[in-house]
């Protein structure tokens, strides 16, 4: 079954340090997504992203966050400057449409920790 | 606006014995439902969804989730629980109204332990 991959699955870093966090969404999906999880809390939405631009973002996703997908087969986020408060599991998704009901597919997460 | 509620945050039952895992929603709108499941350092990996069409839903591994509108609640069931299927589930509901539906909006989810 295909998947969507995340690298690296566990990062730490200082806080103030640029961080880029990869996935590989499954190859014929056409939307994307980047939620994330910080310990004890739920699973947040962070952004959506469909013909090289975003389609909609939450309150979270910042100045300090930025989305790309420079090739034909990666997406990216982008941290800028991070906070320790950025600690959390990243989560990248994709789905074939963006109709409703759709089924989002997630990768196994990217752990990040802000030192 | 959306939300979800999941009422457990934890579940414990004997292998062999019936699951239930309780959720209920807030909706301006008629929503999409689903039910997610994360084993440990796993991905979350899509049990089974509600989009209006039949009310008693069927997923994978024998679980299934009933729309109840009037409870405003998507129960998920398992008649028999396996030792397999320990891990933690979230109830999530669609955050937006018709086109884009990537907002989701998870429940704090409800780690289900299964004894031997």
């Known amino acids: 079954e295909p998947e969507v991959t995340q690298t690296p699955s566990h990062q730490v870093t200082q806080m103030g340090q640029e961080v880029i966090l990869r996935c590989v969404p499954i190859s014929n999906h056409l939307y994307f997504y980047w939620y994330r999880q910080i310990l004890g809390q739920k699973v947040e939405f962070l952004v959506s992203?469909?013909?090289?631009?975003?389609?909609?973002k939450s309150e979270i996703f910042d100045d300090q966050f930025s989305v790309e997908r420079p090739d034909g087969s990666n997406f990216t986020l982008k941290i800028r400057s991070t906070k320790l408060e950025d600690s959390a599991m990243y989560f990248c998704?994709?789905?074939?449409?963006?109709?409703?009901?759709?089924?989002?597919?997630f990768g196994e997460g990217s752990w990040l920790t802000v030192v | 606006a959306q939300s979800v509620t999941q009422l457990d945050s934890h579940v414990s039952v004997s292998e062999g014995t019936p699951v239930l895992l309780r959720c209920n929603y807030s909706s301006s709108y008629s929503p999409s439902l689903f039910w997610y499941v994360q084993h440990p350092n796993k991905g979350l990996q899509l049990l089974l969804k509600?989009?209006?069409?039949?009310?008693l839903v069927k997923g994978i591994n024998g679980f299934e989730a009933e729309f109840k509108k009037s409870e405003t609640s998507f129960h998920l069931t398992k008649p028999s629980a396996h030792m397999s299927d320990a891990a933690e589930y979230f109830c999530v509901v669609s955050g937006n109204y018709g086109g884009s539906q990537g907002n989701l909006i998870f429940g704090k989810g409800t780690k289900l332990s299964v004894k031997p």
């Open positions: 998704a994709s789905s074939a449409t963006g109709a409703s009901g759709n089924t989002i597919y």
């Open positions: 509600y989009t209006s069409a039949a009310t």
């Open positions: 992203f469909y013909n090289n631009e975003i389609s909609e």
